[in-house]
């Protein structure tokens, strides 16, 4: 098992290329099933989920390759709607196939998808979307089979009872080539559904309203292949800027996507940082000891706080002068780096939703171990401020959503090795 060994108390300075995003990758790659030809995609992170979608897209008869980070897929031999259970296992994104699919062949096979346990993580919203647009679900065995009465998708009007990312995204991917319009009210916002939309329409598809609460999509024949950017990680910026707040210091990150950004950047600027955005490119300095954010920190859907920069923040916040509060909203069990940051000598009460963060001083050095991703994250970035060694435990999680952290940390100046 590998591990991380951090040596913190040194203050970050360096540059470093932020990844393309992990979120707006997977739903894409599921996109390129609809086209039935070739689409080269740019910028693509080089992580542990994504060969898990590359391996599904193979497993589908489709042909994914990379080129460093340059996926190219073509899914002109899809030829299989399956998934086995153990692919189905590896990511929660998994469950976009389902809707990518279900456009292009009329039906598929899937079972209930993996992910970081964040608390339950239903799929009803995915499910009864689909049987609107005209899908016979059933379950059998824990394999969910689910056929297309009529042979395609049907345009349908559906309202989400929560703004949901990941029905949002299954939803578009099955509407841009059913018959007629579908119309999604109460539509998930994030930066990465409008990417995928992008990516679609670069394809083909005709989607108006992507990055609004009311998207409309005109079912086509056909789409085509495409060359196509995936946009920069959001996730992997904020965790890369709490990492120099939480050290002290002065880093450059380059090629982010600043506005998309906004929500996490206005709460941090509240810790005293003084941050400066010019181009694609972010300049953060980081010079006293954080202070506490005043206002409770509420994670919400986009363009709210996101609640995959919660656990970072929580690092920072966990050596800040003063009392911060979060409230958790939602995700039920996302708390779950809070007891790994006490190891190492914060002070947080969770009380359901709620965590109150008292700052200390300085954390010390501690063996602890990642949970989920974005909790990983975390510890890396307490770990970086505390005084002496941490070491990390369960990479895994963290390989999936950070492309070679070592290397980034290492670059923006901090001591990190991999063992
Ligand atoms: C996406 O997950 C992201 N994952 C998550 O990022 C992110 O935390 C989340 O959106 C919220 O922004 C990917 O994009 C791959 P949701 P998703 O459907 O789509 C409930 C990371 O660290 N819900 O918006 O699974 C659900 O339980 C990951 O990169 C239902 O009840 O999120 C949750 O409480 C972790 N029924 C809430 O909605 C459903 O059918 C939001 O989930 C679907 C969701």
């Not at 108390?9 to 070739?38: D, F, H, Y």
């Not at 995928?196 to 609004?212: H, N, S």
């Not at 790994?340 to 954390?363: H, N, P, S």
């Amino acid at each position: 098992m590998q591990k991380l060994v951090i040596e913190g108390g040194k203050r970050l300075r360096g540059e470093v290329v932020l990844q393309g995003s992990k979120n707006s990758s997977l739903p894409i790659m599921a996109g390129a099933i609809l086209t039935g030809g070739e689409c080269v995609l740019e910028n693509c992170p080089i992580l542990t989920d994504i060969y898990s979608a590359s391996r599904i897209l193979n497993n589908l008869g489709c042909r994914c390759s990379f080129s460093g980070n340059t996926a190219v897929i073509d899914s002109s031999g899809a030829n299989c709607c399956e998934i086995p259970e153990k692919l189905m296992r590896e990511m929660r994104s998994s469950i976009m196939f389902m809707g990518a699919m279900l456009g292009r062949m009329g039906e598929c096979t899937v079972s209930i998808p993996g992910g970081c346990e964040l608390g339950s993580r239903p799929i009803d919203m995915h499910l009864s979307a689909m049987k609107k647009m005209g899908a016979d679900i059933r379950e059998e065995n824990g394999r969910i089979i689910c056929k297309m009465t009529s042979g395609k998708p049907r345009g349908a009007k559906i309202s989400l009872p929560f703004p949901s990312v990941g029905a949002t995204e299954n939803i578009i991917l099955c509407a841009v080539l059913a018959e007629g319009e579908t119309v999604i009210n109460n539509s998930a916002r994030e930066p990465e559904i409008e990417d995928l939309c992008r990516f679609l329409q670069k394809c083909g598809a005709e989607i108006k309203g992507a990055g609004e609460s009311r998207i409309v999509i005109r079912g086509r024949e056909k789409l085509h292949g495409c060359e196509y950017r995936i946009m920069p990680d959001r996730i992997a910026c904020a965790t890369y800027l709490s990492m120099a707040v939480s050290a002290g210091g002065e880093i450059i990150l380059k090629n982010c996507c600043i506005p998309e950004t906004e929500p996490f950047l206005s709460v941090l600027e509240q810790t005293g940082c003084s941050l400066y955005a010019k181009n694609d490119n972010i300049y953060l300095r980081s010079s006293l000891r954080p202070k506490a954010v005043r206002d409770r920190i509420r994670t919400m859907p986009h363009p709210g706080f996101p609640t995959d920069a919660q656990a970072v923040l929580m690092a920072v916040l966990a050596c800040a002068d003063g009392t911060s509060v979060f409230e958790e909203n939602i995700f039920d069990c996302r708390y779950r780096h809070a007891d790994e940051l006490v190891k190492m000598g914060a002070d947080i009460q969770v009380m359901g939703k709620i965590a109150v963060v008292k700052g200390v001083e300085r954390l010390h050095g501690a063996n602890v171990e990642a949970t989920d991703l974005r909790g990983g994250a975390s510890l890396v970035c307490g770990a970086l401020s505390a005084e002496g060694t941490t070491v990390i435990e369960g990479l895994n999680h963290i390989d999936r959503g950070y492309e070679k952290i070592e290397r980034a940390v290492g670059l923006l100046g901090g001591n990190i090795k991999r063992v």
